[in-house]
């Protein structure tokens, strides 16, 4: 299975705008714990936050790099059968295009495919043409859990207008088991049903309380989906996304 939304690299380097201190073994846990639930894949995606990091961005790029690449070393090292991928969880910002014009632009495993975070506390009219400069430079958006924006106070965006746009959404496990609320619950299920969906995320923190586990989610998604959407989205569909 690929994961397609998991913060474990936070615990390898530290980063700029995280706060969390370095700790090898929490980061190797959390691959175990993946390993164990049939993980194979996991895209990491600490936050990349433009519009916070300054002059520190293309740092903030080379340490998400390297980072993964001393994960993935020392998870060879110790026999644990999980790959990590480079990635970042980008927050909206009208810095993007040219982020991406500096090459500068985190993406999903050096794909044309970023993931991205749409603002949930503020109205941001300018979210919609930012993601359509980014495909007119040839990058392919996908919307980090977009069912959480049945919460936010921010402008409706009709999830049917962006998969028509060739935009990419990605759907949390904890979200559609509840744990974010009755109505992110409810969009996640509907992006499920009716096919919006391109891909399934832990969007795990940290070992315990928010592990990373996909098939915890299995019987929601296929009741709601159909039998063998949850292998399609975890697998062939997640693939397209990571390049294979």
């Known amino acids: 299975m690929i994961d397609l939304h998991n913060h474990l690299v936070r615990y390898v380097v530290k980063l700029p705008v995280h706060a969390t201190d370095p700790d090898m073994e929490v980061a190797v846990q959390m691959a175990r714990i993946a390993e164990e639930d049939g993980i194979r894949t996991i895209v990491s995606t600490p936050h990349f ?5 300054g002059d520190e961005a293309a740092r903030m790029y080379d340490l998400l790099h390297s980072a993964v ?68 430079k040839g990058y392919t958006p996908v919307i980090a859990h977009f069912e959480r924006l049945a ?10 207008v962006l998969h028509e746009r060739g935009i990419k959404m990605q759907v949390n496990c904890e979200s559609l088991m509840g744990r974010r609320g009755r109505s992110v619950q409810d969009l996640g299920q509907s992006l499920i049903r009716e096919g919006l969906a391109a891909g399934l995320g832990t969007d795990a923190h940290e070992p315990e309380h928010s592990p990373p ?29 990571i390049g294979r």
């Not at 936050?49 to 990091?53: A, G, Q, T």
């Open 151 to 160: 919460d936010a106070p921010v402008k409706h965006i009709s999830p049917q």
């Open 49 to 53: 936050r433009p519009e916070r990091m």
């Open 213 to 241: 586990l996909l098939t915890t989610c299995r019987p929601i998604v296929d009741r709601v989906g159909g039998r063998g959407t949850f292998d399609h989205l975890t697998t062939q569909s997640a693939a397209t996304i």
């Open 69 to 136: 690449d001393t994960l993935n070393e020392e998870l060879q090292r110790r026999g644990i059968q999980v790959e990590v991928l480079t990635g970042a969880e980008v927050a909206m910002s009208e810095m993007l295009p040219d982020l991406a014009k500096r090459k500068l632009l985190p993406t999903i495993a050096g794909t044309r495919h970023v993931l991205i975070e749409l603002p949930q506390t503020t109205y941001a009219p300018w979210a919609e043409d930012m993601l359509f400069k980014l495909q007119l």
